[in-house]
C-alpha cells in the first residue's frame, strides 16, 4: 500500500484525514482515522466520532479528494478506524450505523483493534 502521510496530533482533528493511501494491489482509496484514546462512553467522544467520519466521507464525495489526489478518482473507497482499544458498547452501535450508511454510498469500512500509528 502505498502511504501519503497525513498525520497530526491535534487535540480537536474533526476535520483532519490522519492518513490518506492507496493498496496497489486493489487500487482502493484507503483513509485511515487513527483512534489512540481509550473509548469512555461519553456523548462528548460519539459526537467527535461522528464528526470525524462525516468529514471523512465529506472529503470522498464533495471534491476535495479530486482537487488534492487527482489520481485518485473513481477509484473505490474505504475508510479504515485503527483503535488502540476495543470500543465500548455505544461506539459500536454508532460505528454500526455509520457502516450502513456508507455502504449507500459505496464506501467500504473496516475496524481494527489494535493498530494505530500516531
Not at 22 to 29: A, I, M
Amino acid at each position: 500500500m502505498q502511504i501519503k502521510p497525513q498525520t497530526s496530533n491535534i487535540k480537536d482533528r474533526a476535520g483532519v484525514i490522519d492518513v490518506i493511501a492507496q493498496n496497489s494491489n486493489t487500487g482502493e482509496v484507503v483513509l485511515v482515522m487513527n483512534e489512540p484514546e481509550p473509548w469512555n462512553d461519553s456523548d462528548e467522544r460519539l459526537l467527535a466520532l461522528q464528526e470525524r467520519f462525516n468529514a471523512y466521507v465529506s472529503f470522498l464525495l464533495d471534491g476535495e479528494m479530486a482537487e488534492t489526489h487527482p489520481e485518485l478518482v473513481g477509484k473505490p473507497a474505504r475508510i479504515e478506524l485503527r483503535c488502540a482499544h476495543m470500543p465500548d458498547t455505544r461506539a459500536l452501535e454508532l460505528l454500526g450505523m455509520i457502516h450502513d450508511q456508507l455502504a449507500f454510498q459505496e464506501i467500504r469500512m473496516e475496524v481494527v483493534v489494535g493498530e494505530t500509528h500516531r
